[in-house]
């Protein structure tokens, strides 16, 4: 394990907060998805940065606050970024931990073949270097989270405390909503794609496709590798709770675009099946990205979930 520095250096106005060389990555950054953001760079400076190695690859880590651990699994195409709006309520009381998960943001690729039980490992070898192989902890996952959750439990299956789940993956079949492609793209028509993409994807008001979230979808964009389609996806979430004895509670959004139109009843009716203490709640006008955008529904519903806990 080797530490990044204490502390980060938030990005300079204009510029986007990016680990790996701009050679990598061959896409223009227009100013309007570099805008300065007083949360995002408040946070990229007040982290602990950490790179933990699992046989020679690098998981990048941030980590806030002080208390029980509790680890933050982000979206497919993301990074630590998809939660921004958790992580400052999260720290007051707990030692939160946020990697970029294998394939994203400063992590390394995953071992071949790329498969998200792979990645699972990378994360379980980093997360036993900072809190200890036996240590508990409580997960908060979004999105592409919830499939990782589920190789977790697996790995770790007597060291969870409780799940909670935002929009989770891993429950069935996904509904792919339409995207737009950025690469090759630049100015103009490179925001209008990311702008496109939040509206079509993450969130459900169109308020919030604002200049944080299109640096956020930018950055992330960037610095994603893995082809998610090609990855593959080891045992659902439904697979694998059996036996699991903590509290699970699972948040989506009315309007989660990865929700097929009528289906939304099916996949809480799966969760139950599963798991039938879990806490389900569908949140009235919220997208995909539903802990950003009902940010402090969700964060009062987890503070409370991880009062519970103790």
Not at 96 to 118: H, I, K, Q
Not at 284 to 295: I, L, P, Q, R, T
């Amino acid at each position: 394990m080797c530490g990044g520095g204490p502390k980060g250096s938030p990005p300079a106005a204009g510029s986007c907060d990016s680990g790996l060389k701009r050679d990598d990555f061959p896409m223009s950054h227009p100013a309007a998805l570099c805008q300065p953001d007083d949360l995002l760079d408040r946070l990229s400076s007040t982290a602990e940065r950490v790179d933990t190695d699992s046989d020679g690859r690098r998981v990048a880590w941030r980590i806030w606050g002080q208390g029980k651990p509790v680890l933050c699994l982000h979206g497919g195409s993301g990074s630590w970024k998809h939660w921004v709006r958790s992580i400052e309520p999260l720290a007051k009381g707990n030692r939160v931990l946020v990697p970029d998960l294998p394939g994203y943001g400063d992590s390394d690729e995953p071992a071949e073949p790329t498969s998200v039980m792979n990645m699972a490992r990378d994360v379980t070898a980093g997360l036993d270097s900072l809190i200890g192989p036996d240590t508990p902890y409580a997960i908060a996952a979004f999105s592409f989270g919830g499939a990782m959750t589920a190789q977790l439990l697996q790995l770790h299956a007597n060291r969870i405390r409780g799940l909670f789940l935002c929009s989770p993956a891993g429950i069935m079949a996904p509904n792919p909503p339409p995207t737009a492609k950025v690469r090759g793209k630049s100015g103009d028509e490179l925001v209008e794609a990311h702008r496109f993409n939040l509206g079509s994807i993450m969130l459900a008001d169109p308020a919030l496709v604002d200049a944080r979230t299109l640096r956020i979808q930018h950055e992330n964009t960037v610095q994603a590798r893995l082809n998610q389609l090609k990855v593959k996806r080891g045992k659902l979430l439904p697979e694998v709770l059996d036996g699991f004895t903590g509290p699970v509670v699972s948040i989506w959004g009315e309007k989660d675009a990865f929700v097929a139109p009528g289906t939304m009843e099916t996949r809480v009716g799966i969760l139950r099946d599963a798991y039938p203490a879990a806490e389900i709640e569908v949140l009235d006008g919220a997208g995909h990205w539903v802990n950003y955008e009902a940010a402090e529904r969700i964060n009062q519903m987890l503070l409370d979930f991880l009062a519970r806990l103790d």
